[in-house]
C-alpha cells in the first residue's frame, strides 16, 4: 500500500531550525523525484524543493535557508529548514515531483514568537 507518513513538524520561534522527515512506502522510491510542498492557511498547496534520484535539487525562494535530502535505502525523504520566518508557517507535505500518490496527513509547521 502506498503510503507518505510526514513528521518533525512543531512550533519553533523565528530563526530556530527544524528538520522533516516523510517515510515514504513507494515502490520505485530511489528512481523518483521526490518534493516537499506546504500549504498555508487560507493558500495553495506550493512545492518548497525537490531531489532527483541522483541528489540534484530544485527549491522554491527558500534556497539557502532550506534543504533537501533522500536515504534510498531507508525510503525517507528530509527536509532540514534553518533561520526559519513566521512566513514558513503552514502544513508540510512530501509526494513525488509531479505529485501522484496521495497525500498523507502532513506536518504543521508554525514558526511564531
Known amino acids: 500500500q502506498v503510503q507518505l507518513v510526514e513528521s518533525g513538524g512543531g512550533l519553533v520561534q523565528p530563526g530556530r531550525s527544524l528538520t522533516l522527515s516523510c517515510a515514504a512506502s513507494?515502490?520505485?522510491?530511489?528512481?523518483?523525484?521526490m518534493a516537499w510542498y506546504r500549504q498555508a492557511p487560507g493558500k495553495e498547496r506550493e512545492l518548497v524543493a525537490a531531489?532527483?534520484?541522483?541528489?540534484?535539487t530544485d527549491y522554491a525562494d527558500v534556497k539557502g535557508r532550506f534543504t533537501i535530502s533522500r536515504d534510498n535505502a531507508k525510503s525517507t525523504l528530509y527536509l532540514q529548514m534553518n533561520s526559519l520566518k513566521p512566513e514558513d508557517t503552514a502544513v508540510y507535505y512530501c509526494?513525488?515531483?509531479?505529485?501522484?500518490?496521495?497525500w498523507g496527513q502532513g506536518t504543521q509547521v508554525t514558526v511564531s514568537s
Open positions: 509526494n513525488t515531483r509531479p505529485p501522484f500518490v496521495s
Open positions: 531531489i532527483t534520484s541522483r541528489g540534484s
Open positions: 513507494i515502490s520505485d522510491f530511489s528512481n523518483d523525484v
